[in-house]
């Protein structure tokens, strides 16, 4: 049985990103190194993270199947993100421990962006960014995932206050059966946030604003 458009739209849209060229002719997904950023459809900065291992399989890993622990237990909607930021870095030390260093520093640095950008100065990622010093970034790739005619119905107030209020209900039911750090209840806390204004904002379009 053939994917439903939804699924298609979503594969070839990521695939389109992740193949955007940078200015050294590559492409973003094929670096081995780098910082991302997901946002959703109000430009909300939503989810943050790095990767060694090539960022078309980590981006892949996260939006197209349920391998990852943000998807796995309700943290990260895939279809509530919208936009993907890439930082890749192309020239990296060969010594482990400097690379890790690099990418912990990138990541803190994207972190604490998307907190200056963030309505709720709140993201969703379920375990704490350890703090560390800040550097210079190199170009981003910034893209959106889907085309304007795909991305009007999922972007549609009311299909997101369901999409939402059922990963809510999901990660309090995560909460409620097992022992669970600090960071998930801060996510659950982040989301409801999140599930209020949107749900404010659509009362207010039939109230007359």
Not at 52 to 70: G, P, S, Y
Request: with cysteine; net charge positive; aromatic share 8%.
């Amino acid at each position: 049985m053939k994917e439903t458009p939804e699924v298609v739209a979503l594969y070839s849209g990521i695939a389109q990103v992740l193949n955007t060229k940078c200015s050294n002719g590559k492409r973003v997904g094929d670096c081995k190194h780098g910082v991302y950023l997901f946002y959703d459809y109000d430009h909300e900065p939503i989810y943050v993270g790095q990767t060694r291992e090539k960022l078309r399989t980590r981006i892949r890993r996260h939006l197209t199947n349920q391998r990852t622990d943000a998807v796995a237990m309700s943290v990260l909607d895939p279809f509530e993100v919208a936009d993907i930021e890439l930082w890749p870095f192309w020239d990296m030390p060969t010594e482990r421990h400097e690379v890790d260093d690099i990418l912990r520093r990138a990541e803190y640095t994207v972190y604490q962006r998307a907190l200056e950008r963030s309505s709720f100065k709140v993201i969703l990622n379920e375990a704490e960014i350890p703090a560390a010093d800040l550097i210079p970034l190199p170009p981003s790739i910034k893209a959106s995932i889907l085309g304007a005619e795909d991305r009007r119905y999922r972007e549609h107030p009311d299909v997101r206050l369901a999409r939402r209020a059922r990963t809510i209900a999901n990660l309090a039911r995560v909460i409620s059966e097992r022992r669970v750090k600090v960071g998930i209840r801060r996510t659950l806390w982040a989301q409801a946030r999140r599930l209020e204004m949107l749900a404010q904002k659509r009362l207010e379009d039939f109230n007359g604003g």
